[in-house]
């Protein structure tokens, strides 16, 4: 039987008397780039905490290729891609800097690179199109720049599960291209991406399958369906109905 990349079952949590996640249900399979839509108020970056460990539930459970997501974690099975906003970007180190600690599970107490650590940076890089920016402190990229240093730090990190939230937001078409099409290549060699948006005209030619959420999962199928105004409706409220 294949284990689920991510499996959520039954998953509740609280702030104190506030309600943040009602049951969730969610199982995502290997391999599979999908769309979590909501508004803000939805329950979206607290599932994200919950499934990298960040947040223990008040009921349910969360597994991460079957493994806890504390542990997951520390494997390096989970890469996070976190909002601009998360990140204190005044921190001086270079963009080379932040894609390296996608390697320190992998150094151990020492922190020190080795050859392969050094190459598979440099292949990140590359493959985010940041190369020539490797020695620029973080907080000088511009948006886009910034989301494609954090998801070249999953790639060396080696992560077959990445949590993207908000990547798209604020940033130029350049970067969402270069960003869309890496996803496309990782779910290609079994890699799996869930991932928060707001930009349901890009929902189709980005993701295999979408959620809508409301504190629960409301709907979950192809990205078609979950576009459906019916559906857009429960999640959103009438008004997103004539905004698309």
């Known amino acids: 039987m294949t284990v689920p990349a991510i499996d959520v079952d039954g998953v509740t949590v609280y702030y104190g008397e506030v309600q943040a996640l009602d049951q969730v249900r969610l199982t995502v399979d290997a391999g599979r780039v999908c769309a979590l839509i909501g508004m803000n108020g939805s329950g979206k970056s607290t599932l994200f905490k919950t499934l990298m460990g960040m947040i223990t539930p008040d009921r349910g459970t969360v597994r991460i290729g079957g493994a806890k997501p504390v542990a997951a974690r520390r494997a390096g099975l989970l890469g996070y891609v976190p909002q601009n906003e998360a990140v204190d970007w005044s921190f001086p180190l270079s963009v080379r800097d932040v894609v390296t600690t996608g390697r320190y599970g992998r150094m151990g107490f020492t922190r020190r690179a080795s050859r392969a650590d050094r190459a598979a940076v ?78 349901l005209h890009a929902l189709p030619g980005l993701a295999d399958e979408a959620v809508l959420l409301m504190r629960r999962v409301l709907v979950h199928g192809a990205p078609e369906e979950a576009l459906r105004p019916e559906n857009l409706a429960l999640a959103f409220g009438l008004d997103v109905i004539g905004q698309r």
């Open 122 to 199: 440099d292949e990140a890089l590359a493959r985010v199109e940041l190369t020539d920016l490797a020695d620029r402190q973080i907080g000088r990229l511009s948006g886009g720049q910034r989301k494609r240093a954090f998801v070249a730090r999953g790639i060396a990190q080696g992560a077959r599960i990445l949590l993207l939230d908000e990547p798209f937001a604020g940033v130029d078409k350049r970067s969402e291209a270069t960003i869309t099409g890496l996803l496309k290549e990782l779910t290609a060699d079994g890699a799996t991406v869930l991932i928060s948006t707001h930009d």
